[in-house]
T-cell receptor, first 115, second 113 residues
Framework: GAVVSQHPSRVICKSGTSVKIECRSLDFQATTMFWYRQFPKQSLMLMATSNEGSKATYEQGVEKDKFLINHASLTLSTLTVTSAHPEDSSFYIC???????????FGPGTRLLVL | GNSVTQMEGPVTLSEEAFLTINCTYTATGYPSLFWYVQYPGEGLQLLLKATKADDKGSNKGFEATYRKETTSFHLEKGSVQVSDSAVYFCALRRSSGNTPLVFGKGTRLSVIA
């Protein structure tokens, strides 16, 4: 099946710093990428939908100035957590889709810990 | 709106036991339905899917049938193994458009030898 990678897999940072997470589709062109957040023992919550070459669409309650999403190419989307705080600590997961009706493939996730 | 409800966990079974994880959904139109599995420390993997009523998805001994009349997509396996221990997520996606998945809360399965 298709492969989606995320980097880094784990990051620890100090409060107030910014962290960038990359999501790459390795063997297909992803017209759309989705960013989810997963709290411990809970489900995935959609944060935003990212279409290549256009601005991301954020879900209600997600601060777009805090969670910057860039989808500059058909194989790469980045999520930058700006001025991270301990409450931003979570598991961030991206998924990528090649288009309408296509299966979404998930990255392995990035665990962020803000001290 | 669209939503997915799946049975609360955790579920603990002995090896070779029969597994059922219930999942029901609420959606407008005719969504596609999915089961994803998350093994410890890993990302989500697609387990199986069904895109229309009465379709049966199957993979690795797991099965689920899209039941429009009961708006359900229950996951079953006849004989579980220790290696099946994971968290299972039921999800739906609207059939039109490149839309995100809506997930249930997940059900943690532990299989003991």
């Amino acid at each position: 099946g298709a492969v989606v990678s995320q980097h880094p897999s784990r990051v620890i940072c100090k409060s107030g710093t910014s962290v960038k997470i990359e999501c790459r589709s390795l063997d297909f062109q992803a017209t759309t990428m989705f960013w989810y957040r997963q709290f411990p023992k809970q489900s995935l919550m959609l944060m935003a939908t990212s279409n290549e070459g256009s601005k991301a669409t954020y879900e209600q309650g997600v601060e777009k100035d805090k969670f910057l999403i860039n989808h500059a190419s058909l194989t790469l989307s980045t999520l930058t957590v700006t001025s991270a705080h301990p409450e931003d600590s979570s598991f961030y997961i991206c998924s990528a889709s090649g288009g309408e009706q296509e299966t979404q493939y998930f990255g392995p996730g990035t665990r962020l810990l803000v001290l | 709106g669209n939503s997915v409800t799946q049975m609360e966990g955790p579920v603990t079974l002995s090896e070779e036991a029969f597994l059922t994880i219930n999942c029901t959904y609420t959606a407008t139109g005719y969504p596609s339905l999915f089961w994803y599995v998350q093994y410890p420390g890993e990302g989500l993997q697609l387990l199986l899917k069904a895109t229309k009523a009465d379709d049966k998805g199957s993979n690795k001994g797991f099965e689920a049938t899209y039941r429009k009349e009961t708006t359900s997509f229950h996951l079953e396996k006849g004989s579980v193994q220790v290696s099946d221990s994971a968290v299972y997520f039921c999800a739906l996606r609207r059939s039109s458009g490149n839309t995100p998945l809506v997930f249930g809360k997940g059900t943690r399965l532990s299989v003991i030898a």
